[in-house]
C-alpha cells in the first residue's frame, strides 16, 4: 500500500515546494527521509549520504532559482532529495532499475542536472567551467555545487581551488559529515559562529558594506583597512583558514540540519558577488538510527531481497591477503576510500601498520604503490575497475615503465547495472592490453583468485587480477583444464567442434548456456574460458592450438563483457591471424560496441553488451549457415 504525505504528496516540482511557509520545512524533511529509506529499502541504493542532505537540499531550492541557477552535486550519490522535488518523485520507484531513474546527477534525466557525475571531486572543476561561462555571457546566474568532505581528499578538487578567479559569482557548500576540516573549536567559536550565521549579522554587514563604498575616494580603502582588522582579530580565535588562504570568502560552520541557519549562510553568499564556500556540519544517515550509528555500513545499500553474496571475490581476495600477510611481512594493502566495498576490512583490522587508505586519490594510490615496490615492498591495490580509469597514466609511466611489481585487484569488473555507465567496468582491460609488459588473470574461481594471488606476489612485474562482485562461477567446474593454465574448455578433441565460443569472465555462464542450447540444434560448441588474458602470448598460443587441430570451416566466436575497440578478442585476433589456420575462419566479435551502454526498461546486462546466450547462440548459427 502507498504511504501518504501530508506536505510531499503535494509538491510535484521546485515551485510547489517554494510555494510553503518556512514552518513546513522540519516535517517535510522527516517526510522525505522516510520516503527515501522506504524506497532503498526495495531497490537498494546509497543512504546514508543522502539522509544527511535533507535541510540542506530544502534549503537550496528555496534560496536559488533553479534551474537557471546552477546547482551540482559532487559523485551525485547524495541527490535523491534533489531529484523527488525536481519533478520526478513519480518516477522514483524505478530508481537504479534498468531503463529507470539513475542513482547518480545525469544530464539527459532533467534540466536541474546540469552536470553529470557519479566518480568524486569533479564538482568544483565544473562549477568552476559554468561560472566562468556566465561570466563571460554577463548572466546574472548562480552556480553553487556541493562536495563533501571525503570528495576533498581528491586531488583534483584542490587543482580546481586553485584555479578560482575573485570575479566568478560562485559558491562551493563544504557537506562536512564526517572528518573535521576548521579548527573552530570551542565556546568563543562557536558563540562567534553563531553570530555569523545569524540573518542580522548578514544584513548589518551588507548595510556597513555599503555605506562605506559610497564615501568619496577613501571609502573603498576604509572598507579593505576595516576588513582586514577584522581578519587578523578573528585568526586569534579561528586560526588560518584553508579556504580564506585560497581566496574564498567563509561561511560557517553551521548546524547542516538547521534549516533556517542554513537559508541564512545561503542568502548572505547569494549577496557576495565573489567565489565563497559555506562549511556545512551534517551527520551521515540522519533520521536513520542505525545509518547514522554505522554511516559506512548503510553508505550502499543492497535491496532487501537480492541480499549480496556472503563470499564474493572481494571479500575471498581480502581473506587470502590476510593468510599470505602472515608469513610475508612485506606485503602491503592500498585502499582508495573503498577498505570494505574491496573487501580490506579484515586486512586493516589485522595489519594496521600494513594498510594505507589514501583517500579518493586512485592516482596517488598507484604512485605510492610504485615506491612501495621499488623499495622492496609488495603493494596490493584494490580498486574499482571503473576507478582504475583516473590513474592510467601513472599505471604507464610510474608502474608498467619502470617494470615495478605492482599488484592491483580490479574489482566490480563488468557491467554494474544498477549503478550505470559511470561504474561500468568495460574498459580496463583494453587499457591493459595496450600496457607493456602488464600480466592479467581473470579469475572465476576462488582456487584460481588464490593461485592468481599467489603469481602476482611472486612475480616481477605489473600483475593485475580482474572480477566482478559475485561469488565464485560453479559453471566452470564442468570445464577441463586446456593445454596452458589458467585456460579451460569442455571438449577433449577440437575436430569434434562444429563451432567454438571464446570468453573470460563470467560471460562464461552464457557461454555454457549457449553452447547446451546449440547441442539440442545439434551443433557441437566448444567453449574455451581464459582466465590468464595477459601476456598475448599465452592465450593466443592456446587458441592457435585448437584452431590447428579443428575443423578448417569451424567459426570462432569470441564474447567479451568489454569494449570491443581496442578489447582482448582484437588484440587476440591481431595476434593469431597472420597462421595459415585462421587464414579462412569466421572470427566473430561479440563485444560493447559503445562503452557507455544504457540499458533499456527491464533489459538484461548481458543482452545489452550483445554477449547473452541467446545472442551468441544466433550469432553461431548464422555463421553456420544453419
Known amino acids: 500500500m502507498k504511504k501518504s504525505y501530508r506536505l510531499l504528496d503535494n509538491i510535484n516540482n521546485v515551485e510547489d515546494l517554494r510555494k510553503l511557509p518556512d514552518s513546513d520545512m522540519e516535517e517535510l524533511a522527516l517526510e522525505l527521509r522516510d520516503f527515501i529509506i522506504n524506497r532503498v529499502k526495495i531497490n537498494g541504493g546509497h543512504l546514508s549520504s543522502n539522509l544527511g542532505v535533507i535541510e540542506l537540499t530544502l534549503a537550496l531550492h528555496r534560496v536559488f532559482d533553479t534551474p537557471k541557477d546552477k546547482l551540482i552535486w559532487d559523485v551525485g550519490h547524495q541527490a535523491y532529495a534533489h531529484k523527488i522535488l525536481t519533478s520526478r518523485k513519480e518516477d522514483f520507484a524505478s530508481l537504479r532499475l534498468a531503463g529507470g531513474l539513475s542513482g547518480f546527477t545525469k544530464r539527459d534525466e532533467s534540466d536541474f542536472d546540469p552536470f553529470g557525475a557519479g566518480h568524486s571531486s569533479t564538482s568544483i572543476s565544473a562549477a568552476i567551467g559554468f561560472a566562468q561561462a556566465a561570466t563571460l555571457n554577463g548572466s546574472d546566474e548562480n552556480v553553487i555545487c556541493v562536495i563533501g568532505d571525503g570528495a576533498l581528499t581528491g586531488g583534483l578538487a584542490h587543482e580546481a581551488l586553485n584555479n578560482i578567479r575573485p570575479d566568478l559569482h560562485l559558491i562551493i557548500i563544504l557537506n562536512d559529515n564526517e572528518m573535521s576540516i576548521s579548527k573552530n573549536t570551542g565556546h568563543l567559536a562557536r558563540y562567534l559562529t553563531g553570530i555569523r550565521t545569524s540573518k542580522g549579522y548578514h544584513n548589518t554587514k551588507k548595510r556597513t558594506r555599503s555605506i562605506l563604498m559610497h564615501i568619496p575616494l577613501i571609502g573603498q580603502g576604509l572598507f579593505k583597512a576595516i576588513r582586514a582588522v577584522k581578519k587578523a582579530f578573528k585568526n586569534l580565535f579561528y586560526k588560518s583558514n584553508y579556504f580564506e588562504d585560497m581566496g574564498l570568502y567563509y561561511l560557517g560552520p553551521v548546524d547542516g540540519h538547521n534549516y533556517q541557519g542554513l537559508k541564512n549562510l545561503l542568502n548572505a553568499a547569494k549577496d557576495y558577488k565573489g ?52 608469513t610475508d611481512k612485506d606485503i602491503c594493502a592500498i585502499s582508495a576510500a573503498m577498505k570494505d566495498g574491496c573487501g580490506l576490512g579484515e586486512f586493516a583490522a589485522l595489519y594496521p601498520e600494513r594498510f594505507f587508505d589514501v583517500g579518493i586519490a586512485e592516482e596517488h594510490a598507484l604512485v605510492f604503490a610504485a615506491g612501495l615496490a621499488a623499495a622492496g615492498k609488495k603493494p596490493v591495490f584494490a580498486v574499482y575497475s571503473s576507478f582504475l580509469q583516473r590513474g592510467y597514466d601513472n599505471i604507464l609511466h610510474d608502474i608498467a615503465l619502470q617494470r615495478l611489481p605492482v599488484t592491483v585487484c580490479i574489482d566490480r569488473a563488468g557491467v554494474a547495472a544498477a549503478d550505470g555507465p559511470t561504474h561500468n567496468g568495460l574498459f580496463d582491460v583494453s587499457m591493459l592490453c595496450a600496457t607493456p609488459g602488464a600480466e592479467l588473470i581473470a579469475p572465476t574461481r576462488f582456487d584460481s583468485l588464490e593461485r592468481a594471488i599467489d603469481l602476482a606476489l611472486s612475480s616481477d612485474r605489473p600483475f593485475f587480477i580482474r572480477y566482478s562482485n559475485d561469488s565464485e562461477l560453479t559453471s566452470t567446474y564442468s570445464l577441463t583444464r586446456g593445454s596452458e593454465d589458467f585456460i579451460w574448455q569442455n571438449f577433449s578433441e577440437p575436430r569434434d567442434c562444429d563451432c567454438f565460443i571464446i570468453c573470460y569472465g563470467r560471460v562464461v555462464n552464457e557461454a555454457i548456456t549457449a553452447a547446451n542450447s546449440l547441442k539440442k540444434l545439434g551443433i557441437a560448441c566448444g567453449v574455451i574460458l581464459l582466465e590468464r588474458l595477459l601476456p598475448l602470448d599465452i592465450p593466443a598460443k592456446a587458441i592457435l592450438n585448437i584452431a590447428r587441430s579443428a575443423k578448417a570451416n569451424s567459426p570462432i566466436l569470441f564474447a567479451e563483457e568489454g569494449i570491443k575497440n581496442g578489447g582482448l578478442a582484437m588484440c587476440l585476433y591481431e595476434k593469431i591471424r597472420a597462421d595459415a589456420s585462421m587464414q579462412e575462419r569466421k572470427y566473430i566479435i561479440n563485444a560493447v560496441e559503445n562503452g557507455f551502454i544504457k540499458l533499456k526498461k527491464g533489459q538484461n546486462v548481458f543482452s545489452a553488451c550483445d554477449v547473452s546466450a541467446p545472442d551468441i547462440a544466433a550469432a553461431l548459427i548464422d555463421a553456420l549457415g544453419k
Open 275 to 326: 567565489p565563497s564556500i559555506i562549511h556545512v556540519k551534517t551527520v551521515k544517515g540522519k533520521g536513520l538510527p542505525e545509518a547514522e550509528k554505522s554511516p559506512d555500513i548503510y553508505h550502499g545499500v543492497a535491496p532487501e531481497n537480492h541480499p549480496s553474496p556472503k563470499v564474493n571475490f572481494s571479500l575471498k581476495m581480502g581473506e587470502i591477503l590476510c593468510q599470505r600477510a602472515k
